[in-house]
Antibody
Framework: QLQLQESGPGLVKPSETLSLTCTVS??????????WGWIRQPPGKGLEWIGS???????YYNPSLKSRVTISVDTSKNQFSLKLSSVTAADTAVYYC???????????WGQGTLVTVSS | DIQLTQSPSFLSASVGDRVTITCRAS??????LAWYQQKPGKAPKLLIY???TLQSGVPSRFSGSGSGTEFTLTISSLQPEDFATYYC???????????FGQGTKLEIK
């Protein structure tokens, strides 16, 4: 059974960079059929897709966040990572990592991790 | 950018009721639409993909329909465990921009 697990600091200071890693177990991140993505959800609000990466390194980002987002993959560790720079309180959210096919629905999600931006 | 608008935003219903949630896209997205259920403190769960295909393990009381710009999620007979928030998501745009609807919170009447 595929499992995804987010890890990283739960508290980040304003203007700093948020960094999260998603570890994939029970399957290979190098599968040619899937993308690996990040989605976030501010407290009490809806879902926002941040971006996705293919095992080869090809990335797609939400244009509203593109200038601040970097998603990378480490196939040797079966992990992919998110970096979001110059964070503000508006970036406080539960961050989920997830798997989806090309133009296909998200079928596996991590449990989510709350990241709070505060000094 | 493609926008998704769900209606209603809040829905109050009773166990056994039949409920329908609508998702409208700002432009045609063929059948590239998915539905998710989210319970408090949990990750969303995929219910329907390709507008009308039931994800494995999802009860048959859930069904989806539509194509183009108008889509519906129907729960034929509400069960206590169905009270949750439901989101639609479009998957059609390129480069990928996987927009979500704003959500519909289904509450017990």
């Amino acid at each position: 059974q595929l499992q995804l697990q987010e890890s990283g600091p739960g508290l980040v200071k304003p203007s700093e960079t948020l960094s999260l890693t998603c570890t994939v177990s029970g399957g290979s991140i190098s599968s040619s059929s899937y993308y690996w993505g990040w989605i976030r959800q501010p407290p009490g609000k809806g879902l926002e897709w941040i971006g996705s990466i293919y095992y080869s390194g090809s990335t797609y980002y939400n244009p509203s966040l593109k200038s601040r987002v970097t998603i990378s993959v480490d196939t040797s560790k079966n992990q992919f990572s998110l970096k979001l720079s110059s964070v503000t309180a508006a970036d406080t959210a539960v961050y989920y990592c997830a798997r989806h096919g090309i133009a296909a629905a998200i079928d596996y999600w991590g449990q989510g991790t709350l990241v709070t931006v505060s000094s | 950018d493609i926008q998704l608008t769900q209606s209603p935003s809040f829905l109050s219903a009773s166990v056994g009721d039949r409920v329908t949630i609508t998702c409208r896209a700002s432009q045609g997205i063929s059948s590239y639409l998915a539905w998710y259920q989210q319970k408090p403190g949990k990750a969303p769960k995929l219910l329907i993909y390709a507008a009308s295909t039931l994800q494995s393990g999802v009860p048959s009381r859930f069904s989806g329909s539509g194509s183009g710009t108008e889509f519906t999620l129907t729960i034929s007979s509400l069960q206590p465990e169905d009270f949750a928030t439901y989101y639609c998501q479009q998957l059609n745009s390129y480069p990928p921009l996987y927009t979500f609807g704003q959500g519909t919170k289904l509450e017990i009447k």
